[in-house]
């Protein structure tokens, strides 16, 4: 095989492997909401992704000579798409778990939101367009949903907004994995932070973390619930627009909650490289970014323009000069 290819089936299932970790997380809320039947949905799907994960590592090795910007291309797209396909699993098993209702667990009704997810091109629609922070929703009103669903598609569009390949390089460092290591030099908007793939990640990741609590708080404080606050804190900063109402931010009719995800929007909005600068304290790289971005755009702008040169004098087409050993049949007008 390949050794590009075998680098990137390998990282590749160190990306799963870690993915894994969301739906075992997700079992707590299920539990602090008293949803024990939505438990084995997510048990599962954590199982399912971090056998598939070890299954890739085991089978394929890490081959040190391999093409470690050509396999980081492969591990991305392969690993968006898993993605996706992994964060339906939760919907699918727990629509269908309301659907039989086991006898041995309480289990409620159906409702109409969740029917949606019965079929399973309506839940991997919902995964995708969550890991990828789209915004699209088969759910005709997410306040149908149990809760411990409503978490799930608010930590998947969080997970996303900030890209499942952050999430995997905070776990591992560069002598693991020269993919996540070129992704994240070549492709990621985050050089220069930390000297190291897993350094960058981490600190990008305390930094979504800090904007999320605070976010929450400032919702929390203008009237929402702490539930509330906490899932649009999760889908506002990362600009995804998941929510856990019927008619999104319109449910509240409350111009204080509107005028508070405003700045929430816009900081999700601004480059994290940015932000940690602005964090940090260090000015010079913040005007250093801005600089270089405006000479970049105003460079862009000059490039598209035409000049005056070549926009006031027509072209001539002269014909070439026809060779001497050339056929007459060469020659252009």
């Known amino acids: 095989m390949d050794e590009t290819?075998?680098?990137s089936l390998y990282d590749f299932g160190t990306l799963v492997k870690i993915y894994a970790f969301l739906p075992a997380l997700s079992t707590v809320v299920a539990i602090a909401w008293g949803e024990f039947y939505a438990i084995p949905a997510f048990l599962l799907t954590a199982r399912l992704a971090a056998g598939f994960g070890l299954g890739f590592e085991?089978?394929?090795?890490?081959?040190?000579?391999?093409n470690s910007m050509s396999s980081g291309v492969i591990t991305v797209a392969v690993g968006w798409f898993v993605a996706g396909l992994l964060s339906a699993v939760p919907l699918l098993l727990v629509a269908w778990t309301v659907r039989l209702q086991p006898p041995l667990v309480a289990v409620p009704g159906m409702t109409g939101s969740l029917e949606t997810f019965l079929a399973p091109i309506d839940a991997v629609f919902e995964g995708m367009s969550g890991v990828t922070g789209t915004g699209f929703s088969m759910a005709t009103d997410p306040g149908e949903l149990p809760r411990s669903l409503q978490w799930w598609r608010s930590l998947v569009q969080w997970i996303g907004g900030i890209g499942v390949i952050v999430l995997a390089a905070a776990f591992v460092s560069s002598e693991e994995s020269d993919s996540f290591s070129a992704i994240h030099g070549n492709m990621a908007p985050t050089e220069a932070i930390r000297s190291t793939t897993a350094g960058t990640a981490a600190a990008l990741w305390w930094l979504l973390a800090l904007l999320t609590v605070a976010s929450a708080l400032l919702l929390w404080l203008v009237g929402m619930?702490?539930?509330a606050a906490l899932n649009h804190a999760m889908t506002g900063v990362t600009t995804g627009g998941f929510t856990i109402t019927g008619?999104?931010?319109e449910s509240y009719d409350d111009p204080m909650i509107e005028l508070a995800l405003l700045p929430v929007m816009i900081v999700g909005a601004v480059s994290f490289r940015l932000l940690f600068f602005?964090?940090?304290g260090d000015l010079d790289k913040v005007r250093g970014d801005a600089r270089r971005r405006g000479y970049s755009a105003r460079s862009d702008s000059e490039r598209s323009r035409p000049?005056?040169?070549?926009?006031?004098?027509?072209?001539?087409?002269?014909p070439l000069r026809r060779?001497?050993?050339?056929?007459s049949s060469w020659s252009r007008g």
């Open 225 to 227: 619930t702490p539930w």
């Open 323 to 327: 060779s001497a050993t050339a056929p």
């Open 58 to 66: 085991t089978v394929f090795d890490a081959p040190e000579d391999a």
């Open 278 to 280: 602005l964090f940090r």
């Open 247 to 249: 008619s999104s931010i």
């Open 5 to 7: 290819l075998r680098r």
């Open 307 to 318: 000049s005056a040169r070549s926009s006031s004098r027509p072209r001539i087409r002269t």
